[in-house]
């Protein structure tokens, strides 16, 4: 891969793919994405792994065949996270909310009292970010898990920026009210809302 491509921005390597159809310049994408997009894909369906890695190929063919609908004058990575967003919604509307859930074998050390704590903790957070219905969850992991602000969240999700605030607060709320039983104190300013 020739290190013009390393250099160039997002966006520049989209419209190359665009007006050359280049693979060098699909490739960088991939690789600058791939990873950020199997992780979003991860936290979204319920952990399921294989799914979200099928997701991850589906994506970028998809980008293929979007790519006339892309604007360069926007960024490429909302774009990119809105096809994925929308590739979520898909699938919970045809799956409903059984997207497939792969329990994860976890080893069994001793742990201390608080790394006890700490692990249930996020058990349970993980468990109250998968009951959030997907408009709700979608917010939520963009917001807290991405680090996207919420102008981004509100162009990838194709809503109001006040939609968005709304249900990052709904999500928010809920998530708060479901894990007041573990209350630790190193999770106290977890969910900022700015």
């Not at 966006?11 to 994405?33: D, F, I, K, T």
């Not at 999700?157 to 630790?184: C, H, M, N, Q, W």
Request: hydrophobic share 40%; aromatic share 10%.
């Amino acid at each position: 891969m020739s290190s013009l491509h390393h250099k160039q921005s997002d966006e520049e390597l989209m419209v190359q793919v665009m007006n050359h159809h280049s693979h060098p310049a699909l490739m960088e994408l991939h690789r600058r994405y791939s990873k950020k997009l199997l992780g979003y894909f991860i936290k979204m369906l319920n952990r399921d792994t294989e799914l979200a890695q099928d997701f991850v190929q589906e994506i970028f063919l998809k980008l293929l065949e979007k790519k006339h609908l892309f604007d360069p004058e926007k960024k490429f990575y909302s774009w990119i996270f809105a096809i994925a967003s929308n590739m979520c919604k898909t699938a919970y509307r045809h799956h409903g909310k059984t997207v497939s859930l792969h329990t994860q074998a976890h080893e069994k050390a001793v742990l201390s009292d608080s790394e006890l704590e700490k692990n249930l903790f996020l058990k349970a957070l993980q468990t109250s970010i998968d009951n959030l219905e997907l408009h709700h969850k979608s917010v939520f992991v963009l917001r807290y898990l991405e680090h996207f602000s919420l102008n981004e969240i509100a162009e990838i999700t194709e809503s109001s920026l006040g939609t968005v605030k709304s249900r990052l607060f709904y999500a928010t709320r809920k998530i708060t009210e479901e894990l007041k039983p573990y209350d630790p104190s190193f999770e106290t300013t977890l969910f900022k809302l700015i």
